[in-house]
């Protein structure tokens, strides 16, 4: 048999070749050391220190609300534990003028980005208040049909374009909604003008309960955004310096005029899909939970601190205190709220 | 005044509006260089620029995604669905995010979009081109559905869809294009959404239809006239939400009607007309209200269009039943 000729085009070499380049960046490792100099976006003791105070502030807001939903006391609920540097260190880059589009999970983001925690819990027990961001607050209210974000950051962050102001529109999306025709459209569209958005996708490994496997014959999700042809990354979602730096990137490229960036964050969810009945020893195993909780952005996070001398038990416990204070205030807000009436709902159809 | 026809009159609509509120953006499939597959948008790209007039990339989802994103932003957004049959490739961003946009955000955000699209049947396109799709958009609380029949119609309604503070569709039937030129005025002026015409008036019997039909219906209504029949038509020009006032009025006036429309009988605005008369002036009715339009099937391949489509022969037939119920 002759010898195959060589081919002027490989179209698996060439696949294989892309996929290939997609290393997950990574600077802080589990044991919470930087083993990635080059890459460490230098952040202040100050700076390192409020992050750490989000993330801890954000997992017991997720503990509280767990509970208070399982008590009948909040409605609908998508628990974000294992996801704090997917969330909060992506949208520590942001500035207040920035724009966000979230996903029905994004709700720690659109607190730290103005939104009141008792608003929060009134759109979460489905009353319509909450869903109305106060003015200055650039949020859109989580968004429920997967995908659908995705273009319209794309319409939003041509609009700051067209405006002329130094800002960005930033979204998330989960591993599933990949998926969608509307992921595409987002990103594309955003790449064909050139529009200043960032376009995150929190792949928790699961989209309830379908494998992240069962989404694409695609090696990592980030290598969508090459068939867009924008900057795509894939990121350790469970490290927040890592997701911090690439998302400051990927900022600075869109105000610069450099267009939008798609990210993958590669992290997990500790807990079911949303309180609704999920249940997800049907789809994981404990051992699989086992082994993320090691990666947990928190521990790591905790010992780089403590390294540095800037974070204590004592700081952590305060800031568990403030947390659970603010959320119980919060409640008892969101309980006194007027009850909703008719004629509130007739005059915004 | 110039004569126009309806082509030309919606390209100054949109004209009108871009030189009236430096907000609002035209935006589709070829609408910018190429002026639009049917020169709807002809010369506006050159006059406002491609900051305001502009190419988008071919998909009909992101057109709305841009739309939602760009009002969002404080623009009023013009987006062209190049073939209303392209809808359902859309769907979500009109029927569950922008007609919602309003209610979801509690009133904090609202999206002042026109959706411009041609559509129905008589000119021989292919597939999913010609099919009359308001009954799905109609379905939907919170969008509001303008069909205008006429030049004149067409710029007033474009000019207040635009002005609109809520999404409006504005379907434009493509056998209306160029049919035929009146009288349009060069200055902006608009027609109230939700207002239907009476464009004939007469004592035996109401006619009510939208689109092209009200040709066809004026055409059976003279006819009809020969034959010692006062046949009224009524121009609904907004088929969501329907002008309630102006159809019982009309009823109570000559006790008998009929609803003319293009596309198939079920589940369309036909049967919404024939609903709100029966609920609200059925002692005023001295026959039952029949409906004309196409059979429950889908649009036919372009040799079938002319058999398939209501014309004034199946007006008048239906018609004088009512007429002589």
């Known amino acids: 048999m002759a010898a195959k000729k060589d081919k002027q085009f490989d179209p698996v070499k060439t696949l294989h070749e892309i996929e290939d380049k997609f290393e997950m960046v990574q600077i802080l490792n589990e044991e919470g050391e930087i083993v990635n100099k080059d890459m460490d976006p230098q952040l202040s003791d100050e700076e390192l220190v409020e992050l750490m105070t989000r993330m801890v502030y954000t997992r017991i807001l997720d503990q509280r609300s767990i509970s208070l939903n399982r008590q009948g006391r909040l409605g609908f609920y998508a628990p974000t534990a294992g996801q704090e540097a997917s969330q909060l260190a992506s949208h520590f880059a942001l500035e207040k003028e920035d724009f966000i589009l979230p996903g029905y999970r994004d709700v720690p983001q659109m607190i730290w980005h103005g939104l009141p925690l008792t608003m929060a819990f009134l759109w979460s027990r489905g009353h319509y208040e909450g869903s109305i961001i106060p003015e200055g607050v650039n949020v859109f209210p989580p968004q429920i049909i997967i995908g659908a974000q995705y273009i319209q950051a794309a319409g939003v962050a041509m609009g700051m374009q067209k405006r002329g102001q130094k800002s960005v529109a930033m979204t998330y999306t989960g591993d599933g909604g990949t998926s969608q025709g509307d992921f595409y459209e987002g990103i594309n569209f955003a790449g064909a003008y050139r529009s200043p958005a960032i376009f995150v996708i929190q792949n928790n490994q699961y989209a309830i309960s379908t494998p992240r496997d069962v989404q694409t014959s695609g090696k990592t999700l980030a290598q969508k955004g090459i068939a867009a042809g924008i900057p795509s990354v894939l990121v350790d979602g469970m490290d927040p310096l890592a997701v911090y730096a690439v998302t400051r990137d990927a900022r600075e490229r869109a105000v610069n005029g450099e267009g939008p960036t798609v990210i993958e ?85 | 005044m110039a004569q126009m026809t309806m082509i030309q009159a919606i390209t100054d609509a949109m004209r009108s509006e871009l030189n009236n509120d430096e907000n609002v953006l035209v935006f589709g499939e070829d609408v910018g260089n190429n002026g639009g597959v049917f020169r709807a ?88 081109h010609a099919d009359s799709l308001e009954g799905l958009m109609a379905a939907q609380p919170g969008l509001t559905v303008v069909i205008p029949s006429t ?108 609803v003319v429309q293009e596309a198939q009988k079920q589940a369309g605005i036909a049967a919404n007309v024939v609903t709100e008369i029966t609920e609200r002036a059925i002692l005023s009715l001295e026959a039952p ?19 398939w489509l209501p014309d004034a022969k199946d007006i008048m037939e239906t018609a004088k039943k009512v007429l002589t119920f």
């Open chain 1, 265 to 349: 964050t590669y992290c997990y969810r500790y807990g079911p899909h949303t309180m609704a009945g999920d249940d997800p020893t049907r789809y994981r195993t404990s051992e699989t939970d086992n082994e993320w909780e090691k990666r947990d952005p928190l521990i790591r996070f905790r010992k780089y601190l403590e390294a540095k001398g800037i974070w204590s038990e004592a700081q952590e416990e305060a800031i568990i205190e403030r947390a659970t204070e603010e959320i119980r205030e919060a409640i008892k807000a969101a309980d006194a709220a007027p009850k909703q009436k008719v004629s509130d709902f007739i005059k915004i159809m």
């Open chain 2, 41 to 128: 948008t002809e010369g506006l790209q050159k006059e406002f620029g491609e900051d305001r007039v502009f190419d988008t990339p071919l998909g009909e989802s992101g057109i709305g995604g841009l739309a939602i994103g760009l009002s969002l932003t404080g623009f009023r957004p013009v987006m062209e669905i190049q073939f209303f049959g392209f809808v359902y490739e859309v769907m979500d961003s009109i029927s569950g995010q922008l007609a919602r946009m309003q209610f979801r955000s509690g009133g904090r955000y609202n999206a002042p979009v026109t959706i411009r699209a041609p559509f129905g049947g008589g000119v021989a396109t292919p597939e999913m």
């Open chain 2, 151 to 258: 030049p004149y119609d067409a710029k007033g309604l474009l000019i207040s869809a635009i002005r609109d503070e809520n999404p409006v569709v504005f379907l434009e039937h493509m056998k209306l294009y160029r049919s035929f030129r009146e009288e349009v005025p060069e200055e902006a002026y608009t027609i109230p959404l939700g207002k239907a015409e009476v464009k004939r008036e007469g004592s035996d019997l109401s006619i009510f239809t939208y689109g092209a039909m009200v040709h066809e219906s004026l055409k059976a209504a003279e006819e009809m006239e020969k034959e010692g029949y006062s046949v009224e038509v009524v121009d609904l020009r907004t088929v969501h939400p329907l002008d309630i006032e102006t159809i019982i009025e009309s009823v109570e006036k000559t006790n008998r009607a009929i």
């Open chain 2, 289 to 307: 209200v029949l409906r004309v339009t196409a059979p429950d099937t889908i649009y036919p391949y372009a040799q079938g269009e002319k058999a």
